[in-house]
């Protein structure tokens, strides 16, 4: 059982505010590192925030399944809606919007970048074609 020095126990909880569990949590994921373990922390609570919203999701979606107006699920990049995606009626779609909102709050994209390559033999002659 590892033990850690009150100060910087103390330090962790006056800074993130946070509960002896949540810094004895930190601390143990960090290996004793403070900044580690105010990181760890810090995407702990932001795994339950988003655990809380999930759960909220699900509520508002059995609810309006229940009446009977859950149509589709809304799928947005940035600020902007990206797809509609329509829903079967009844608890199933209230079921399918949940996991599919599910899946998608995990996804994270991102861009790969790579010098530019040379165009094959048969992708060369089509650009040639097409300019003429």
Do not use: H, N, T
């Amino acid at each position: 059982m590892e033990r850690y020095d009150m100060a910087v126990v103390d330090e962790i909880r006056k800074r993130l505010d946070a509960s002896y569990d949540e810094v004895l949590f930190g601390l143990e994921e960090s290996g004793g590192d403070v900044l580690r373990a105010l990181a760890a922390i810090e995407r702990r609570r932001a795994e339950q925030r988003r655990a809380e919203e999930s759960g909220e999701l699900f509520g508002r979606a059995i609810g309006l399944a229940k009446e009977g107006r859950l149509r589709g699920l809304r799928v947005s990049l940035g600020g902007r809606a990206a797809r509609d995606l329509p829903l079967p009626k009844g608890y199933k779609g209230a079921v399918i919007a949940e996991l599919v909102a599910g899946v998608l709050s995990q996804l994270k994209v991102g861009l790969v970048e790579g010098e530019p390559e040379e165009p094959a033999e048969s992708e060369a002659e089509d650009e040639q074609a097409a300019e003429e």
